[in-house]
């Protein structure tokens, strides 16, 4: 049974300009792990991987049903890889017992959908 649907998307330039006025965005964002892989990528990766765990963290909380806010932070929520290139998403204190997504880049935007699924 699907318990939530999500789906977020966010231009480059956006993510970009942030970054260059405010460098802390990147910490609020993105979690310890997720940064040390950030720290290894090319200036323009950098924005398209900010971007897509942007996305995919606000499609996840869409998809809760909450939003990011007092009850789920960006912190909250990582998005990591399997060996295969595969997302996944892994929740502090979550008790969802399936999450689909899929992230998308294009030259302009960065996208990500999310399916939270309860296995009965």
């Known amino acids: 049974m699907i318990l ?10 956006r ?11 990147i910490k609020r964002i993105l979690t310890i792990n997720e ?8 200036r323009e990766r950098k924005v398209e991987y900010l971007a897509g765990r942007f996305a995919a963290k606000e499609a996840y909380a869409k998809a809760r049903g909450t939003g990011i806010g007092e009850d ?4 909250d929520i990582e998005v ?5 290139g595969k997302p996944y998403i892994s929740v502090q204190s ?12 294009s030259r302009e ?6 399916i ?3 296995l009965s």
């Not at 939530?4 to 330039?13: A, K, N, S």
């Not at 993510?15 to 460098?23: A, E, H, L, S, Y």
């Not at 940064?35 to 090319?42: P, V, W």
């Not at 979550?94 to 880049?105: G, M």
């Open 72 to 75: 789920l932070s960006f912190q």
């Open 15 to 25: 993510i970009r300009r942030i970054v260059d006025r405010q460098p802390g965005f």
């Open 94 to 105: 979550e008790k969802v017992q399936t999450i689909h997504i899929s992230i998308t880049h």
């Open 109 to 114: 935007y960065a996208a990500a959908q999310v």
């Open 80 to 84: 990591k890889n399997e060996k295969s």
């Open 35 to 42: 940064i040390e892989t950030f720290m290894t990528l090319t």
């Open 116 to 118: 939270i699924e309860h």
């Open 4 to 13: 939530g649907i999500g789906l977020d998307i966010i231009e480059l330039d």
